[in-house]
């Protein structure tokens, strides 16, 4: 499975922001998939993550209520809804699949290159 994530962009706090990720190869509906995300300095951090049937979603607690993962597997997408953004979000977001679902980075096969997020206050 190869991944790509787009979306990114420089928005304002209180904005919102979509992140997509498409997916390429054999049997992405059969993948969780997840997003991180990495900011400056810091570890690469879990942000949400889907089953392979989309019927549940989890999400860090920095993400809940504010984040909304979907996809779309007759597509091969994943999207991340992010509403309310925060200076505290800039990061690098990571797009992931991998099986079983989990909220560790280390479970994750595939990884998308990663999209920019920049939050100005």
């Known amino acids: 499975v190869q991944l790509q994530a787009s979306g990114g962009g420089l928005v304002q706090a209180g904005d919102s922001l979509r992140l997509s990720c498409a997916a390429s190869?054999?049997?992405?509906?059969?993948?969780?998939m997840g997003w991180f995300r990495q900011a400056p300095g810091k570890e690469r951090e879990f942000v949400g993550s889907?089953?392979?049937?989309?019927?549940?979603?989890y999400y860090a607690d920095s993400a809940k209520g504010r984040f909304t993962i979907s996809r779309d597997n007759a597509k091969n997408t994943v999207d991340l809804q992010m509403n309310s953004l925060k200076p505290e979000d800039t990061a690098v977001y990571y797009c992931?699949?991998?099986?079983?679902?989990?909220?560790?980075?280390?479970?994750?096969?595939?990884w998308g290159q990663g999209t920019l997020v920049t939050v100005s206050s």
């Open positions: 889907i089953t392979w049937s989309g019927g549940s979603t």
């Open positions: 992931a699949a991998g099986r079983p679902w989990s909220s560790s980075a280390g479970t994750y096969d595939y």
């Open positions: 190869g054999h049997m992405f509906s059969v993948y969780a």
